[in-house]
């Protein structure tokens, strides 16, 4: 569960200073520690980084805005992965996706209304032989259905 959604400066700083010993602190290791402590890039992060590191906010923005792992809204408290990738897609993914959407009350990626659950869909989970798969915050379950996934969510 994630629950730290406006990090304040100081926090961010710290998540800069936490990194593990590296020889430079680099516009990227910064944003990727920031991103490993919040699972996204606060606003106020940019310019903290920009400070930090001597760069401008634009340098920054650039390396933040080119890679598309980092996201700058929070996530939900926890993260629905659903594979639809070839093999999940042959074992019935399409029909689990359908059904996850009117269970999470969302028709694409992204964030239900109440904050809880991001979903998120994977084009191979590593899994295959399971399939279908679907992971909660990284862990994996295979053999997937909706009532599975109702069942596992339940307690976010
Ligand atoms: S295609 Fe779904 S886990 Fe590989």
Same mark, same amino acid.
């Given at each position: 569960? *994630?629950?730290?959604?406006?990090?304040?400066?100081?926090?961010?700083?710290?998540? $800069?200073? %936490?990194?593990?010993?590296? /020889?430079?602190?680099?516009?990227?290791?910064?944003?990727?520690?920031?991103? %490993?402590?919040?699972?996204? $890039?606060?606003?106020?992060? @940019?310019?903290? @980084?920009?400070?930090?590191?001597?760069?401008?906010?634009?340098?920054?923005?650039? @390396?933040?805005?080119?890679?598309?792992?980092? *996201?700058?809204?929070?996530?939900?408290?926890?993260?629905?992965?659903?594979?639809?990738?070839? /093999?999940?897609?042959?074992?019935?993914? #399409?029909?689990? =996706?359908?059904?996850?959407?009117?269970? =999470?009350?969302?028709?694409? +990626?992204?964030?239900?209304?109440?904050?809880?659950?991001? =979903? *998120?869909?994977?084009?191979?989970?590593?899994?295959?032989? #399971?399939?279908?798969?679907?992971?909660?915050?990284?862990? =994996?379950?295979?053999?997937? &259905?909706? +009532?599975? $996934?109702? +069942?596992?969510? &339940?307690?976010?």
């Amino acid at each position: 569960m *994630r629950n730290n959604k406006k990090p304040t400066n100081k926090e961010i700083i710290n998540a $800069i200073e %936490n990194q593990p010993k590296i /020889s430079k602190k680099t516009v990227l290791s910064c944003l990727l520690a920031i991103s %490993n402590e919040f699972h996204f $890039i606060p606003k106020n992060a @940019v310019e903290i @980084v920009a400070k930090y590191t001597g760069k401008t906010m634009n340098d920054v923005w650039g @390396v933040a805005s080119f890679y598309t792992n980092f *996201r700058f809204t929070p996530p939900g408290d926890a993260t629905l992965d659903i594979c639809w990738g070839p /093999s999940c897609h042959i074992l019935g993914s #399409q029909k689990i =996706l359908k059904d996850v959407h009117g269970l =999470l009350g969302i028709n694409q +990626e992204g964030e239900t209304k109440d904050g809880k659950i991001t =979903l *998120r869909y994977s084009t191979c989970l590593g899994a295959c032989s #399971q399939g279908p798969v679907f992971a909660i915050d990284h862990k =994996l379950y295979g053999k997937a &259905s909706v +009532e599975k $996934i109702k +069942e596992k969510i &339940s307690d976010i």
